[in-house]
């Protein structure tokens, strides 16, 4: 039995390693490099598998040199957009030799470098000049699966009425539009939610008949109370989600008496949970007001905050306060933080001088007032698998056909020399 650790920050490998029983999966996926490093010296360790994105205070190298120190022995197997000769060539180095990428890697891959007992050793240069390695599997164990969508927890933070609300809900629609990801938004706000207004949907779900009052009858307050009453999963979600055009929303509470005497972190987390098993894109839309506990879990169990603010001295002074909170109380890894300005109408700020007021936070878009929503750029900074084209989906079932066609003319010609 082969004893393995994920950090992908996406359950997909890892729930389909926990169906064989030759593998030992040691713990969940997970989400950040410092909870690899808590565990990566668990005795017997056969293989890790890592994300070249994952979060945390390291590159992916200085990372993966943190590893070996502690463990030596395990085989590394990193899944990564992208990756230069230098790096790569610094990892065959440290003994990595299955460096895979995102785009093209499939379950099947992974599970085929897991299995492998000798280090890759022949290399082959493609097309497009980079280096991946062969390896040998048989057809039997290739099964078709689509390519690994890293997930993501994206929570929505910033100022008091800067528009973040606007703003998730436009990021799940744009998300939508670009990638076939299944994308959840969760109404956090637990004192002034309103996502269903701005999207115009019902707040409360379709086929949902619970006694419960009426100014608390939502899709949280509904999982909560499941919850509860231990009657809650991931198929029970399904039912409690609003479905609207690629997007599923878990509308939000606007009960001041039930946020303060029900809602609390644990029922935060099963809902989390249950989610992780269906979504890739899971947007969280919280409150400014940080002396509510959903703020602050939700940017705790985050991966990427997107952290909205207006390009002037006044809300660059609020910013600096929420900020402190967010990174000297709470803990949040400044990594993590991106900022979004909309711009106001007084006072504007260039970009580079908000870099200088918010020190190592990376600004990654401007809103703009008007239709002219600079959404592009900030979704660059997402790790999504975009749509495939009509082109690109023509080409792939050539070179499927291609490789059929040349496998039967190879077959006949062993076949003729017999």
């Known amino acids: 039995m082969k004893r393995v650790l994920t950090a992908l920050g996406n359950p997909v490998l890892n729930n389909e390693l926990r169906k064989y029983d030759k593998y030992d999966v040691i713990t969940e996926d997970l989400f950040y490099q410092e909870a690899v490093m808590d565990i990566v010296e668990t005795e017997g360790i056969d293989s890790i598998v890592i994300s070249g994105l994952l979060q945390g205070q390291w590159d992916l190298v200085e990372f993966i040199q943190q590893m070996k120190r502690k463990n030596s022995v395990a085989r ?19 003994g990595v030799f299955d460096i895979l990428y995102d785009s093209e890697v499939e379950v099947a891959d992974v599970i085929a470098a897991i299995d492998r007992e000798e280090p890759i050793a022949k290399q082959v240069v493609k097309e497009r000049e980079d280096i991946s390695y062969e390896f040998e599997a048989s057809e039997e164990n290739v099964s078709y699966i689509t390519k690994i969508q890293k997930q ?12 973040k609300s606007t703003f998730a809900v436009q990021l799940a629609k744009k ?30 779900p379709q086929n ?16 909560v109370d499941l919850i509860a ?8 979600l399904d039912e409690l989600v609003i479905h609207e055009k690629g997007v599923d929303v878990l509308t939000g509470n606007i009960s001041l008496h039930y946020c303060e005497n029900v809602l609390q972190e644990s029922y935060y987390s099963k809902i989390l949970s249950a989610a992780k098993e269906k979504y890739d894109f899971i947007i969280i839309d919280t409150s400014s007001n940080i002396f509510l506990d959903s703020t602050k879990w939700a ?17 660059m002074k609020k910013s600096m ?22 711009k106001s109408a007084m006072d504007n700020l260039e970009i580079e001088l908000v870099e200088k007021i918010l020190p190592s936070i990376k600004v990654v878009g401007t809103l703009r007032n008007g239709d002219d929503i600079e959404y592009e750029k900030i979704l660059t900074n997402i790790h999504f698998i975009p749509k495939a084209t009509f082109r690109e989906k023509i080409e792939k079932i050539r070179s499927i056909v291609e490789k059929k066609m040349s496998k039967e003319i190879i077959g006949k010609e062993v076949q003729h020399a017999n």
């Not at 009453?229 to 029970?236: G, H, L, Q, S, Y």
């Open 76 to 94: 590394v197997i990193v899944i990564t957009d992208e990756i230069s000769m230098e790096n790569r060539n610094l990892l065959m180095n440290m």
């Open 208 to 223: 949902v008949d619970f006694l419960m009052d009426e100014d608390k009858k939502c899709g949280l307050n509904y999982a």
């Open 299 to 315: 940017l705790q169990e985050s991966t990427r905050v997107l952290f909205l603010t207006e390009n002037n001295y006044l809300c």
């Open 229 to 236: 009453k231990n009657r809650f999963d991931a198929n029970v």
């Open 175 to 204: 998300l939508a539009q670009k990638s076939n990801a299944n994308i959840l938004l969760i109404d956090l706000d637990t004192l002034n939610g309103n996502v269903e207004e701005i999207m115009h949907i019902n707040k409360v």
């Open 321 to 342: 306060q929420l900020l402190q909170v967010f990174l000297n109380v709470w803990g949040i890894w400044k990594s993590k933080i991106q900022v979004i300005l909309r």
């Open 152 to 163: 993501e927890i994206i929570a929505i933070s910033g100022i008091n009425g800067v528009g």
